[in-house]
Each structure stands twice: as structure tokens, then as C-alpha cells.
């Protein structure tokens, strides 16, 4: 079976939950088990191959260009999370069944977790950096949905603003730092990544590149200061506190630290920054879980401690530290989720999970509380279960390191302390909810739940008592492979309930001694902490978040004035600063390349344009003169194309530039002659500063690019144009063939801008003056007859002209872009001569439907292509003889400039017409007209 399947199948298959939306929960229930008990069974199959040293891998070419490549593996690190995200994730799906509602939306709860499961395997499975970071922000974006799933709630909506802030500030900041090590690397594969490890430590972007990484790790698995951001997740529903505490999310960041561990592990720096954070966010998670009166806010400190705790211990980074880390990620997602279940099992009995309205459960729920005390005494490590042993090996870490000189005792001493706040809170969980007096009356009576409901609680607990008792035969094989990958190399691990006595067993006493007297003193701490109620950290979020917003809105009120001169004059004045220092000396920029000497038609050209240039800016006030200059510059730079040997642009701009006037024409129309004065003497007097010094530049750069000499890709298109695309006129061939789909695009763009201004112009009531300049009413204003006349005998020769233009185009200048824009003109001339209403008689031509046609031609030339396994738009081309015409050559791209000549004359003409139409539609009526 296909690895890729492990992650496709939760990826699509968070669709079937919403089209089985109608059906009873049961059936989605079901269905939705069946993804991830597929991806369990794929994963088994090829565990037995992982766990013997090999490295199952899968390889799609994705964008190459860029390095990013659907490139998946599973080495032990990813065996050991898929392991726990898709076994958890199968006894989360079990529990929601029975937690959620019938007033919740189970459909859209099951896509998000399946979409939020999907992208946690993407990640643990990525074998490119840069789609393991593409995954990396799904489990945001995922996220996102499930905390705020409840969206009908404020702190749902705030909680779930707070986490995709924070985590998608910090994987931006982990792109950064991906995009840095794949360029030292040279690739953004794993492997190589790896193997240049030593090359990536000791470069200069070292230092930049693991800040970034850890800034992203450390806000995904809320380390500190970014804790802030996870107790406040807990307004998701609880089958999503569960599954996004143990198995997925924050131990996203954890994973990102242990897979990058033999490439940025080893240095001052990594051990400093990590081991300091995790031991911070160890005491601050612990501190802050014990103060808690919410079961969840006391669960989810606890995480926060939990995370912080095993963050340290890949900090130190040696073999012994990495065993503990990855046995604790194993444990601790046993007992987290089954504490956050069993959470929301008394929530659900009971109406509340406030602990201080909780106490004596333990006789009406007897089930949930003995489930409870098992998984809570594996969190405080307690033997026999699970998290003593992970808690001795860590405690065995934190009294060994010798890692910061004469300050090394402190670690011993604030892990035990550490230590100390786990069993007081865990005490904390237990004691005061199901003992610590006679049971008060709740919301709801409360009682154990179904037992389905109970089941996942009970494997969980049975697992923590097993771990905790045979460790070796359950565990053993994965923690080695998993260990081996973290430290590429290879490892052994021993585990045993018993180490005898020693140092580790001793700190373990003494915290537990120490945790039952923090417990028994918490009123005291309760009492310190009261001073700080006023501090939450989802209102000062909220706070920060105004506050940047108010001065944004104030920074933008000053830069948004509304005046668009102001606007082009800064970005100018800024160009301005930034390019001048460095063009002043122009000698510096000449290149080698020969100049052309000037002859009197270029200076006279040369004239002529810069006068034409002159004349558009200063009499920019009369709109209709100004567009007259404006077209002499056109033209100028029409003959410019021509008189340097480039018949096919002169040709398309003289065509452009006629078809262009005519629109600007009909656009003034419908304003004022005429234009008042807009600027002061002084502004006027800046612009023109402006203007020439930014001339200047263009002018500059320009010298220097032209002079420089530099590699042309033209002899390739010389040399291939005619045997790859059976044509000599260099410029159409690469129109229709090298880059057709360039040309597909954008006669597309062109379609759908004709159909957006037919639509805008369609039901536009403009100004419409009622005289022309002189006085004179437009409705008594006839066609000129020598304009008819004229107008009804160049019609059948532009059209002619054009399909001369067209046929030919493949091998001299011409081409469907050119031909289409003369049948166009042709067309507009009988708009200007003889009225819409008598063209439309005449010519009762859909313009829309030939624009279509036009665009589905070129695309439908393209696709056939496929029918001889050909890439797409891949022309073919022969000679055929024909009667009276003789040997003519043909070739498909013909087909395609075809599409291209439909839709420029429908869309030019749907365009313009549209624009004449408007000046008859509102035409005003008069009697005898």
C-alpha cells in the first residue's frame, strides 16, 4: 500500500463527514474511524521495515524550480507520531461520538479533525523542509476551526484569534529560518540537509537561521514567553483539548526540535536557548496548573510544563536526554488524554468543571475516578506507571549535566522542584473533585458515563500501567528507532521500572514529599497569586492587538490623505533617494558595447517624440488636444519599431494606438472639455523636479543596460523556430508555440476584463452633455457622408488586409493579435460613420459569444495536443499542395491565432460598442427626430 495514503486519506476524507451530513451520527462516526484505522494498518504494514533500519520513502515532483517537492518518509520519529497521532486521534473520534451534542454540528467537528489530523502527518512525514512547513500552517489554519468551533462563544473566538496569531507569526518566522538552512544546504530535502550539518553550524547565518527556527518550535508548543496563548485554547470542545494537547499541535513544535536535532543540536547557542526555555516553561507551566480552579486551565498548564520539560532535555541533547524526551512525548500523550477526557466526562455529568464547586464525586462517579487516579499518578510519576520512569530518566539528565559551570546545580534543584509541582497539582486534580468533602448539588447529578464513553480513558490508563510495568517488549523497538533518528545514531535503550537506589529515586521522593506539602500549603499560594488577578493573558493579547490596530488606523490616517499627487510624489521621492547615489557616476555604467551613431531620422523622430511629450503634459487641461499629442507619441514609437527592423511591433503598436484613441475618445465623451486648474505654481514647480530627475534615472539605466553587453536567448528562438514551430516569423512563433500558454492566459484576462466592462457599462447611466464645444445639440448633428462613404469601401479591404495578415502571420509579420485588431478598426470606422443603430442592423453579431469561441479554440487547439502524447499547445505543422495556390505550408498554430483573432475582435468590439451604445441610450428624444 502507498505511505501517501497515510496523510491523503484524513486529508480528503474530511469531505465524507460533510456530505453525510444527513445521515445519523452513528454512520459518521463509523466512517470517519475508517480513515484513520486505514492510515493504522498502512502504518503497520510498513513498521516492521522502519523498525529494521530502513527508511520507507515516497517522491512526487512538485515545483522543482523552487526546491519544494511532495517528498514524504518514515523514518522512528515519524513512526513514533503517526503511531500517536492516529491511534489517539481514533479514540478522540470515539469519545466526541458521546461528548458532542445533538445541537453541535458532528460534520463539521469531524472535518476539521480530520483536516486537522491530516496536516499533524504531514508534517511528522515531510521529507522536504518546505512541504513540512506548507503542513505546518494547515495545522493553523485547522486549528483555528477547532478552537473556535463554538463560535457562537466570544472567549471560542478570541481563543482561537490568540493561537493563529501566534503560531502563524511564528511560522513565518520559521520559513525564514527553513529558506536560510535549505540555501547553505543547497536543498531543502532532509537528507541533505543533514549531511551538511557541520557546513550549516559553522556559517554565518547560523546564528539567524536557529533563532528563527526556535522562535517557530517554541510558539507552537507554547514555550515561554509564549505560553500565554494554550490555556485559552481551552474554549475548544474537549475532544479537541485532548487530541491537540497529547498527540498533535503543541507537539508540533517538540517535533520540529527533535527533527532538526543532528543539524542544529550540538552548539553553545542551541544548548543555552533550549535548555534555559524548557526549564522556564517547566516551573512557569507548573506554577500556574497548581492556581488553576478550571480542570482544563490546570490540564493545560500542565502541558505547558510537560512541553517545557521535555524542550529542556532536547536541549542538553545527549543520547540518555533524547531517550527520556521521546519516552515522556510517548507518556505524556497517554495520560493528557485521558485526563482531558476524563475532564470532559465530569463536565458533561456534572454541568461544570469549576473545582471549586466540585468535591466528593468519588461515590457517584466511582468509574471515572479510579481511571482518573491511575493517569493522574502517572502525570505526577508515581510508580509503577509510565511517568515515574520517564520522570526518573529525566530527573537522572538534570543531576548529570555539568553544562553551565558553577551554576550547574540550579538545574538539578528547579527540576526536582519542578517535579514537586506535578504531584501538587496532580493531587490537586484528584482530591479536591472527587474527595475533599460531601458532594454539593451541580448544575446536574452527576454519574459515570456510558461505558463507550469510558472505554478510551481505560486504554489509556491500561497503557500507562503497562509501559510503567513492561516497558521493554511495548515500547523498546520504537523508542530505538525513534532515538536513532533524533541522534543519527545508533541506539540501544534499556528501560526498567527499577534503576535500585540513586541519586534520580531521591529526587523523585523528595518531590513527591515536597508536591504533598505544596498541596497541603496552596491556600498560601492562592493567597500570593490573588495580587495578580487583574492579569490575563487573553485581554492584555486583546489589548496589544487594539493597540497596534489604533495606531495603524492613526499611522494610515496621516499616509492616506486622499491625494494620489501626494502618493506618486513619495513613492518618486523615495525612488529618487535610493537609485541616485548609486547612478551619479555614469562612467561606472557604460558598458562595452559599441554605441550607434545618431542619424538625422532617429534626431528628428527623437524631436518630434519629446516635443509630442512636451506638448501632452502642458496642455493636459484640454483633454481632447492632449489626446492628440498623446497619439503622435504612439505613432513616433510605432515608426521607432519600424525604423529599428521590428515590422511586427510598429505594426501591433500603430494598430493599438488607433484602437486605444478611439476608447479614450468615447471615455471623454462623456467629461468635461475642459479641466480646471489642479495645481499651485509651487506644486507644479515640484513636479517637474520630480519628473526630471526621475527621467533622468530611466534615462541612466537605461544607457547602462543597452551598452552592457548581456546574453540574448534569440538564437535559440532563430534556430527552433521554424523546425520546432514550422514557422520564420521568429516573433508569432513564439506567440503561438514557446509561449502559447503565455498567449492562452492572456487572451483570457482580455475576455474576462471585456465582460467586466460590458457589465459595468451595461446598466451605467453617465453625464451626457447635451451640445458639442461650438453650441450645437448632438442629436441634430448628422453622419458626415464623405465619413460614410469613405468608411463602406474601406471595409472590405481592412478585412481583406486582415485575413491577408492573418494567413501569413506565421511566417512574416503578421499574426491573429494584428489581423484582429484591423478587422476591429474596420468595425469601429462604421460605429464613427454610420451610427450603432445602423451597424446593428447590419451586423447583428454577438460579440460576447465570439469572444468565447475564440478563447475555447485557442484552449481546445492546446488539448489536442494531448490526443498524440504531446505537451500542451505543442504545434504541428505540415506542407500541402493545393489547386491554383500551390505548395502551402499548414500548422495547428494557425488553429490557435484563429482563437486569438476571434476574441480580440469580440472583446475590443464588445468594449467599444458598449461605450457607443451608451450615447443612444440615453439620447435625449425630440419630436420630428
Known amino acids: 500500500m502507498n505511505l501517501l495514503i497515510i496523510i491523503m486519506a484524513p486529508l480528503f476524507g474530511a469531505l465524507l463527514p460533510l456530505l453525510l451530513k444527513q445521515t445519523p451520527r452513528l454512520i459518521k462516526t463509523g466512517v470517519t474511524l475508517l480513515i484513520p484505522l486505514t492510515g493504522i494498518a498502512i502504518l503497520l504494514s510498513y513498521a516492521p521495515q522502519t523498525l529494521s533500519g530502513n527508511i520507507p520513502k515516497h517522491f512526487i515532483e512538485w515545483l522543482p524550480s523552487i526546491g519544494l517537492d511532495f517528498a514524504i518518509r518514515l523514518d522512528g520519529l515519524s513512526l513514533l507520531f503517526c503511531s500517536l497521532i492516529l491511534g489517539i486521534g481514533v479514540l478522540i473520534i470515539g469519545y466526541a461520538h458521546y461528548y458532542l451534542s445533538y445541537e453541535d454540528d458532528d460534520s463539521r467537528f469531524y472535518a476539521c479533525l480530520l483536516l486537522f489530523m491530516a496536516s499533524m502527518l504531514g508534517i511528522v512525514m515531510a521529507d522536504n523542509i518546505l512541504l513540512m512547513w506548507a503542513f505546518w500552517e494547515l495545522t493553523s489554519i485547522s486549528s483555528f476551526l477547532l478552537i473556535g468551533y463554538w463560535f457562537h462563544s466570544s472567549d471560542a ?60 518550535a517554541f510558539t507552537k508548543s507554547a514555550q515561554f514567553p509564549f505560553q500565554f496563548w494554550l490555556p485559552h485554547a481551552m474554549a475548544a470542545p474537549t475532544p479537541v483539548s485532548a487530541y491537540l494537547h497529547s498527540a498533535t499541535m503543541v507537539k508540533a513544535g517538540i517535533f520540529l526540535l527533535a527533527r532538526f536535532h543532528p543539524v542544529m543540536a550540538g552548539t553553545e547557542l542551541w544548548l543555552t536557548i533550549v535548555t534555559v526555555t524548557g526549564l522556564i516553561t517547566m516551573l512557569v507551566g507548573a506554577y500556574f496548573a497548581l492556581l488553576k480552579h478550571d480542570l482544563k486551565g490546570l490540564l493545560a498548564f500542565s502541558t505547558v510544563s510537560h512541553l517545557g520539560l521535555i524542550c529542556m532535555l532536547l536541549g542538553v541533547g545527549s543520547q540518555a536526554a533524547v531517550i527520556a524526551a521521546m519516552f515522556h512525548i510517548i507518556n505524556h500523550a497517554c495520560f493528557k488524554a485521558a485526563l482531558f477526557m476524563t475532564a470532559g466526562i465530569i463536565d458533561h455529568e456534572s454541568g461544570t468543571r469549576d473545582m471549586r464547586k466540585l468535591q466528593g464525586l468519588m461515590g457517584l462517579m466511582p468509574i471515572t475516578a479510579t481511571l482518573a487516579m491511575v493517569v493522574a499518578a502517572s502525570m505526577a510519576g508515581i510508580p509503577p506507571f509510565n511517568g515515574f520512569m ?100 545508533q541506539t540501544n535503550v534499556k528501560l526498567s521500572l527499577w534503576h535500585g537506589f540513586n541519586i534520580p529515586l531521591l529526587m523523585s521522593a523528595i518531590a513527591v514529599v515536597a508536591g504533598i506539602l505544596i498541596y497541603i500549603a496552596r491556600d498560601q499560594l492562592f493567597t500570593f497569586n490573588r495580587q495578580f488577578d487583574g492579569q490575563d493573558a487573553k485581554h492584555n493579547f ?45 562612467s561606472a555604467l557604460t558598458g562595452s558595447s559599441p554605441q550607434q551613431p545618431i542619424d538625422t531620422v532617429s534626431m528628428v523622430g527623437a524631436i518630434v517624440l519629446i516635443g509630442a ?52 475618445i468615447l471615455a471623454l465623451f462623456f467629461m468635461p472639455q475642459k479641466t480646471n486648474r489642479a495645481s499651485s505654481g509651487h506644486r507644479v514647480f515640484r513636479d517637474i523636479i520630480i519628473a526630471s530627475f526621475i527621467g533622468g534615472i530611466v534615462a541612466t539605466l537605461n544607457f547602462a543596460i543597452l551598452t552592457s553587453p548581456a546574453e540574448s536567448i534569440s538564437d535559440f528562438f532563430i534556430a527552433n523556430a521554424k523546425t520546432g514551430g514550422g514557422g520564420t516569423n521568429v516573433v508569432n512563433v513564439i506567440l503561438v508555440d514557446f509561449r502559447g500558454f503565455d498567449t492562452l492566459g492572456e487572451i483570457t484576462v482580455l475576455a474576462i476584463a471585456a465582460a467586466g466592462i460590458h457589465k459595468l457599462l451595461n446598466k451605467l447611466k453617465p453625464f451626457m452633455p447635451s451640445s458639442d464645444v461650438d453650441g450645437r445639440p448632438w442629436h441634430r448633428i448628422k453622419h458626415p457622408l464623405m465619413l460614410t462613404n469613405v468608411a463602406n469601401l474601406i471595409l472590405p479591404m481592412a478585412m481583406v488586409v ?14 491573429g493579435f494584428i489581423a484582429g485588431l484591423i478587422a476591429a478598426s474596420a468595425m469601429i470606422l462604421q460605429y464613427v ?86 450615447t443612444t441610450r440615453h439620447r435625449p428624444t425630440h419630436e420630428g427626430n
Not at 545 to 550: G, I
Not at 848 to 868: D, E
Open 390 to 489: 520517564s520522570k526518573e530518566l529525566f530527573l537522572d539528565q538534570a543531576a548529570q549535566q555539568h553544562l553551565f559551570g558553577g551554576l550547574s546545580w540550579f538545574v538539578p534543584v528547579l527540576a526536582t522542584v519542578g517535579a514537586a509541582l506535578s504531584v501538587a497539582y496532580s493531587i490537586r486534580f484528584i482530591h479536591d473533585v472527587f474527595f475533599n468533602g460531601e458532594y454539593k448539588e451541580l448544575p446536574k447529578k452527576p454519574h459515570d458515563p456510558p461505558r463507550m464513553m469510558s472505554a478510551p480513558v481505560a486504554l489509556l490508563a491500561l497503557l500507562c500501567i503497562a509501559i510503567g510495568l513492561a516497558p521493554m517488549p511495548i515500547v523498546s523497538e520504537l523508542l530505538n528507532s525513534a532515538v536513532t533518528a533524533v541522534t543519527n545514531t
Open 802 to 815: 486582415a485575413v491577408y495578415i492573418f494567413l501569413r502571420g506565421h511566417n512574416l509579420p503578421g499574426g
Open 157 to 216: 473566538r478570541r481563543g482561537a484569534r490568540m493561537a493563529l496569531a501566534t503560531t502563524g507569526a511564528g511560522g513565518l518566522a520559521l520559513l525564514a529560518g527553513l529558506l536560510i538552512i535549505g540555501n547553505i544546504a543547497g536543498s531543502y530535502q532532509f537528507d541533505d540537509i543533514v549531511a551538511s550539518a557541520d557546513v550549516i553550524k559553522n556559517h554565518e547565518y547560523y546564528t539567524a537561521a536557529l533563532v528563527l527556527l526556535l522562535l517557530g
Open 542 to 586: 486583546e489589548r496589544i492587538v487594539q493597540k497596534a490596530s489604533d495606531a495603524s488606523s492613526q499611522l494610515f490616517d496621516k499616509l492616506d490623505t486622499g491625494s494620489l499627487q501626494r502618493y506618486m510624489a513619495f513613492v518618486l521621492i523615495s525612488v529618487i533617494v535610493i537609485l541616485l547615489p548609486s547612478l551619479i557616476d555614469i
Open 613 to 664: 511629450a512636451f506638448g501632452t503634459a502642458t496642455l493636459h487641461r484640454n483633454r481632447f488636444v492632449m489626446l492628440m499629442m498623446l497619439s503622435v507619441v504612439g505613432l513616433m514609437v510605432s515608426l521607432a519599431f519600424a525604423h529599428f527592423s521590428a515590422p511586427d511591433l510598429a505594426m501591433t503598436q500603430l494598430v493599438v494606438e488607433v484602437v486605444s484613441i478611439i476608447l479614450m
Open 833 to 918: 460613420a454610420n451610427g450603432v443603430d445602423w451597424v446593428k442592423e447590419r451586423f447583428n453579431i454577438n460579440y460576447q459569444s465570439l469572444m468565447s469561441i475564440g478563447v475555447m479554440t485557442a484552449a481546445l487547439t492546446g488539448l489536442g495536443s494531448w490526443l498524440f502524447n504531446k505537451p500542451f499547445l505543442t504545434s504541428w505543422f505540415t506542407y500541402l499542395d493545393w489547386p491554383v495556390v500551390g505548395k502551402w505550408e499548414f500548422a495547428t498554430a494557425l488553429l490557435f491565432d484563429l482563437g486569438v483573432f476571434l476574441t480580440v475582435i469580440g472583446a475590443t468590439m464588445m468594449i467599444l460598442s458598449n461605450f457607443g451604445k451608451m
